[in-house]
């Protein structure tokens, strides 16, 4: 995506705690520490500024908490369907408890393939948009040699799938969404595999409420990854938006 964008913006893309390059948590991973990360990285990257931050699904939901928390030092967002989980209830906690003490009790293995290219193939067939040296690429920056030097395995910690034990209590992310200042542009894929998901979790209103300066637009011919799936595409919105809030 990056391709497409003006050769005159400069970026910086980093890995979460747990993923790619960065080292793994033992214990776990918790929202706050994603907080803390983005707060000390943008310690190293703009001290005295305010930050344009691009970000994508998980990265989009901790990006707007953050500019809530933070307002004095984001400068826009521009956020790929990071919008919300379902709220929960109370009574939904021994079951929450319950699902993350098996999950921590079970011996860890991350997914794993003979080679490379044999992801490659296998994201592919996932991911029909994607074109061959697309899914190279991919594969390649998703993946790290095996311990043993006998395949590849996924770079990303498996402990990210642990379910996360706290509830998700809206009322508190809602008021940090309320707090934000910044411009936000929030992009939808219209073929996106987590429509139904959103939805669930009460849709786009209760953002477009909370974020004073609120931008809606839908990306065609894309799905959830659509940076990967329609790169032109995304990288036109996102020019657009940055230029009217420079």
Not at 65 to 94: C, D, H, K, S
Not at 156 to 164: G, K
Not at 235 to 240: D, H, L, Y
């Amino acid at each position: 995506m990056i391709e497409h964008l003006p050769r005159d913006w400069s970026f910086v893309a980093f890995d979460w705690r747990g993923f790619g390059g960065t080292e793994r948590a033992p214990g776990g991973y918790w929202f706050p520490d994603y907080y803390a990360d983005l707060e000390a990285m943008l310690r190293q990257l703009v001290p005295a500024g305010r930050a344009r931050v691009i970000a994508h699904s998980l990265g989009g939901l901790i990006a707007v908490i953050y500019a809530g928390v933070r307002p004095q030092r984001i400068e826009w967002i521009v956020n790929l369907e990071g919008i919300g989980v379902p709220p929960t209830r109370p009574e939904q906690a021994p079951r929450h408890f319950a699902e993350w003490l098996d999950a921590v009790g079970r011996e860890l293995r991350g997914a794993r393939w003979p080679s490379v290219d044999r992801f490659a193939l296998q994201l592919r067939a996932k991911n029909p948009r994607w074109t061959t040296a697309q899914a190279a690429y991919i594969a390649r920056a998703w993946t790290r040699p095996c311990a043993g030097g006998d395949g590849v395995e996924l770079a990303a910690d498996p402990r990210h799938r642990w379910p996360n034990p706290l509830l998700h209590r809206f009322e508190e992310v809602a008021a940090c969404w309320r707090a934000v200042r910044a411009p936000m542009l929030l992009l939808l894929a219209e073929d996106s595999e987590h429509r139904s998901g959103y939805e669930r979790a009460g849709g786009v209103e209760p953002l477009k409420n909370a974020i004073r300066d609120f931008e809606l637009a839908w990306v065609s011919n894309a799905g959830h990854m659509m940076h990967i799936d329609n790169p032109a595409a995304v990288a036109a919105q996102i020019e657009r938006f940055g230029k009217a809030h420079a």
